[in-house]
């Protein structure tokens, strides 16, 4: 174990919701909340992260024709086990009939089991967007049906659908998250059919189902692909529910089939107009 870690804490007075899912979208170790701040560790600095989130702020300011309190701070401390004690700390979720856990806690009877290490990426079944996502994959994943995870993070969308028989595909633009999710599908006795570096542009043809758990604004820029590979029903999550409208306008080819609503996140289950038999 490394002598010393990194911590990056951020607070701001605006948009904290935002500002924590733009984090989550390129960080994939855990965040925490403590009070107003919004707490990173890792094994390095986060000034390139700053550098971003500096960026986003201004853009989010300019959008909405406001003034943001941005607070940042970059300590390096002695490291004295946290990653242990956060692990003790993380126990099993339920998610529809899945029961998501750390490689440390034991399966539940009568449950699907999803085994993700929190330390690895983005996607433990712990956020509310992660949770939604899995409640609605049983209704519309059957066995030998296709199914692509658009920002696959720790795979966890991916393994689920192939453990309800589905023949899976993944992509992400972070090379650790590609890493993430197949070490959690071996991990899991799965396999991706494929999986690539990069976003669904390079997707080869349609999906009977399309998942993409990412922030509003990278929704509404995908539009045009997720609506190109979905040949049925695509799940969108994510979505900050402020932003619900902004983004079920770029899908116009869709309609809304389902809708969840935890706290202030919004998961959605579309399919595509005229498509009443799946073909």
Request: glycine content about 8%; aromatic content about 10%.
């Amino acid at each position: 174990m490394d002598k010393y870690y990194y911590q990056f804490s951020v607070k701001v007075d605006k948009f904290k919701d935002e500002v924590e899912s733009f984090l989550m979208d390129r960080f994939f170790n855990g965040i925490e909340e403590s009070g107003d701040w919004l707490i990173l560790r890792g094994n390095s600095p986060f000034y390139q992260l700053e550098r971003e989130l500096r960026e986003y702020v201004e853009a989010l300011q300019q959008l909405f024709n406001t003034s943001i309190r941005l607070e940042v701070s970059h300590e390096k401390r002695e490291n004295k086990d946290w990653v242990e004690s956060y692990r003790r700390s993380i126990t099993g979720v339920e998610a529809g009939p899945f029961y998501i856990r750390p490689s440390w806690r034991p399966p539940k009877e009568g449950k699907i089991d999803l085994l993700i290490d929190p330390d690895l990426a983005f996607g433990t079944g712990h956020h509310e967007t992660t949770r939604g996502v899995l409640q609605l994959l049983p209704k519309v994943v059957t066995p030998g049906s296709t199914f692509l995870d658009v920002g696959t993070g720790s795979g966890i969308l991916g393994i689920a659908a192939a453990k309800l028989g589905a023949k899976v595909s993944g992509c992400d633009t972070d090379p650790l998250a590609v890493e993430s999710a197949i070490r959690n599908s071996r991990l899991n006795g799965v396999k991706f059919e494929k999986l690539w570096l990069g976003s669904v542009d390079q997707a080869p043809g349609q999906y009977d189902v399309v998942a993409a758990n990412i922030v509003a604004d990278i929704l509404k820029l995908l539009a045009p692909d997720l609506t190109r590979v979905t040949r049925r029903y695509l799940i969108l999550s994510g979505i900050v529910d402020k932003y619900l409208e902004g983004v079920l306008k770029r899908y116009r080819e869709f309609e809304v089939e389902e809708m969840i609503e935890e706290n202030e996140w919004v998961t959605l289950l579309l399919k595509k107009v005229g498509d009443e038999k799946g073909e």
